[in-house]
């Protein structure tokens, strides 16, 4: 199995770290990317925070990866770790 690249466990623990900074616990995390993405492959990755799971978002395009915490808290947690820019 491939390992995860560099690049993307930084760009993934620079949005992680405010999400868990402001208390989300790392277990009600999880990582989204498209099904044709190379990341999604694996179930998990280890971050300097903890594990974080990694799921594949059906409705995401590839280019696109997000970090949402699971439903059922008010005020749930979000943040953009790839976000295509748009075009003008």
Do not use: C
């Amino acid at each position: 199995m491939n390992h995860i690249s560099h690049k993307a466990q930084g760009l993934v623990e620079l949005a992680l770290g405010p999400l868990i900074q402001s208390g989300a616990p790392i277990e009600r995390l999880a990582l989204i990317v498209s099904q044709k993405s190379e990341i999604v492959q694996h179930q998990s990755m280890e971050t300097q925070f903890g594990t974080l799971r990694i799921e594949p978002g059906i409705y995401v395009p590839k280019g696109l990866a997000y970090i949402i915490e699971d439903p059922g808290r008010r005020g749930r947690v979000f943040a953009w770790v790839i976000r295509k820019q748009r075009r003008r």
